[in-house]
């Protein structure tokens, strides 16, 4: 093949890539990927002592895009029937060739790969 054949290279991951499983281990839904611009308009509260301490560092607003920027409480927000049968949230991180054991994040039904 010539250089001149090639119109173009495109190299792409599947990075950041959410699935709502149910306690039978089936998603719910399809699965929202790291491009996905959905936001949440609803996000959790923060305790006033997390406020304080965030806003102490500047942080505050940071957390608030990131709150509205995933896709957990996207769903929480828009797809609340979903979100209550969701047992396991799981959010596939791909940066290794193979895909490497879960770890609990410490957030109940919440692990990363």
């Known amino acids: 093949m010539a250089k001149s054949d090639i119109a173009g290279v495109v190299i792409t991951t599947q990075r950041g890539t959410t699935v709502s499983l149910d306690r039978h281990g089936q998603p719910l839904r399809p699965s929202m990927i790291w491009l996905d611009q959905r936001r949440a308009s609803q996000v959790p509260a923060i305790s006033w002592w ?64």
């Open 50 to 113: 997390w406020k304080a301490a965030l806003g102490s560092l500047g942080m505050l607003e940071t957390v608030r895009v990131f709150q509205a920027e995933a896709e957990a409480n996207w769903m929480a927000q828009h797809q609340p029937a979903l979100w209550a049968q969701t047992d396991k949230f799981l959010i596939w991180r791909h940066a290794q060739s193979s895909p490497p054991a879960p770890r609990h994040t410490g957030m109940p039904g919440l692990f990363h790969f």
